[in-house]
């Protein structure tokens, strides 16, 4: 097994292991420059953090729309499209190193908790592989996968084992267009692990038990995270996202996708109660019908959530993603789930460059969240 498959592995591994995670915090190789490089379905994003003065500074952000052709269903078809758009990424944010953490959406990491008797380590791995083919939904030698013990029941005779698994569909391409723009790959991991960093009470040790429930809107899809002591624990993926919101204005305005797009970034009437007429009027009442669906979705995830775990109490509700950036989404959405939710927001805890415009980093930090997160791999 290669080494960058190794450490790809053993990132992946890490997605629920508190434990381990701390471990990391002392054993990881730290660079003053850690570049986090998310690729979602609409955008790459890229974010710097340098640790120079011991606190982590972000001091690099680049965004880029990925253009069509390239990404099918969130896997890369076009390895070299892709490799050109990581670099103008990095050419955009003035990036330096080449040091990276790359995210996996929660989408492609397919994983479950199994029991098996207790037995030595290297016979357990025997008969994980062995039983592949029951436990994983992917053909046989399609995917990377491991596991891990992640406890014992009380008699001492069985162990439980959290079983992970990527198809090589999604990381080979994915490696192969990092490498080729030239960067180093440090880790990949799931982009619930990476944006956990970026939830202020976690970091805020003994204020919260670490339960959160995270919504992110990217451009296709919004992933729901239930976070049970800061661990990623359930993942669900709704199909809305920001381009819905872009297509909404097409349909009702007539404007072509790119149109609709700057429309959507600017205008600030969206979503508002105010009784518009005509055509804003329509945008509203469709975008309002997909926060529905969205609010619906994220009410019943944690509902379900709650009543199968004894009542236990989310600590906090946050919302990030590109998606979320459009204007009155919040507040609309808080009405819609009658809830409290927060704007992630990781510059609560640490500091950005002062070349940083605050009105950009106002407007991008929810779209930059998880690159932040994946930057700061090993701060926390
Ligand atoms: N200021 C803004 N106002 C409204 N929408 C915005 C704004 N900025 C970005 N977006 C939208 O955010 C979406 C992209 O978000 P993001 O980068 O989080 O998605 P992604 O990570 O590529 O997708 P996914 O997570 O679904 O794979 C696009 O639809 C884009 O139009
Ligand atoms: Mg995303």
């Known amino acids: 097994m290669s080494k960058t498959i190794q450490i790809i592995l053993n990132s992946l591994m890490k997605l629920f292991d508190v434990m381990v995670r701390q471990l990391e915090h002392v054993f990881i190789r730290k660079s003053d420059e850690m570049i986090g490089l998310d690729i979602g379905t609409g955008f790459v994003k890229v974010a710097q953090v340098n640790r120079k003065g011991g606190q982590p500074v972000l001091t690099n952000l680049g965004r880029v729309a990925i253009p069509t052709g390239i990404m099918d269903d969130g896997y890369i078809i076009d390895v070299n499209g892709m490799t050109q758009t990581i670099r103008e990424c ?67 005779k069985t162990f439980e084992l959290l079983l992970v698994a990527a198809p090589y569909e999604i990381v080979n391409p994915l490696i192969a267009a990092v490498t080729a723009a030239g960067l180093e790959l440090v880790a990949i991991e799931t982009e619930a692990l990476a944006s956990v960093r970026v939830l202020q009470k976690s970091k805020d040790s003994g204020a919260s038990s670490g339960h959160f429930f995270v919504i992110d809107i990217g451009a296709k899809l919004s992933q729901l995270t239930i976070f049970q002591k800061g661990v990623p624990f359930y993942t669900r993926i709704v199909p809305v996202g920001g381009m819905h919101f872009t297509q909404v204005i097409m349909q009702v305005t007539g404007l072509d996708f790119n149109e609709a797009d700057m429309l959507k970034s600017k205008k600030n009437a969206f979503l508002q109660s105010a009784d518009f007429i005509g055509e804003l009027s329509k945008v509203n009442q469709e975008l309002k019908l997909l926060i529905v669906q969205l609010a619906f979705e994220g009410r019943q995830t944690l509902d379900s959530y709650i009543t199968q775990n004894h009542q236990v109490m989310i600590d906090q509700v946050f919302l990030m993603g590109g998606g979320a950036c459009l204007k009155n989404l919040l507040p609309e959405l808080r009405h819609q789930m009658d809830l409290t939710i927060e704007m992630v927001n990781p510059l609560a805890f640490m500091s950005a460059s002062t070349a940083f415009d605050p009105q950009f980093l106002e407007r991008v930090i929810p779209q930059m969240a998880v690159a932040i997160g994946l930057a700061l791999r090993g701060d926390a």
Request: net charge negative; hydrophobic share 40%.
């Open 90 to 156: 990095l050419a955009l944010s003035y990036a330096v190193g080449k040091e990276v953490v790359v995210g996996l959406s929660g989408c492609h990491v397919f994983s479950r908790e199994i029991t098996m008797p207790v037995m030595p380590k290297q016979e357990l791995a025997e008969a994980v592989k062995w039983g592949l083919e029951e436990y994983v939904p992917y053909p046989v030698d399609s995917f990377y996968y491991d596991f891990d013990i992640i406890g014992s029941n009380e008699d001492g």
